[in-house]
């Protein structure tokens, strides 16, 4: 059995390295992966977060970076395996 997790997805790579970085300054975890070919973007990456970390990282994502989708997957072997719900966001940085 595989382990839930949450990925953000980013319109360029300069959001999602911002991203991360907005992670760290917070004391969060969250790190970027390739993105997985079950998700396209115009960026090829993807902050992965542990899901049960989703309600203090999202409100960091929000308030600095242009996220484009959230999507909750199920990771086994360091692969995702299954999306289990796609969530567009679309939330421009203030």
């Known amino acids: 059995m595989g382990r839930e ?3 953000f997805t980013f319109p360029s790579t300069y959001y999602a390295l911002s991203a991360e970085r907005a992670l760290k300054e917070a004391g969060l975890q969250g790190q970027l992966i ?3 070919r ?3 973007s115009l960026c090829g990456l993807a902050l992965e977060i542990d899901t049960a970390e989703e309600e203090k990282v999202l409100p960091v ?5 242009k996220i484009e989708k959230k999507v909750r997957a199920i990771k086994s072997r360091g692969l995702v395996q299954e999306i289990v719900e796609v969530q ?5 940085a203030q």
Do not use: H, I
């Open 34 to 36: 390739p993105m997985p």
């Open 88 to 92: 567009e966001l679309g939330s421009p």
């Open 5 to 7: 997790v949450t990925l």
């Open 61 to 65: 994502l929000r308030s600095s970076v």
């Open 38 to 40: 079950e998700l396209s």
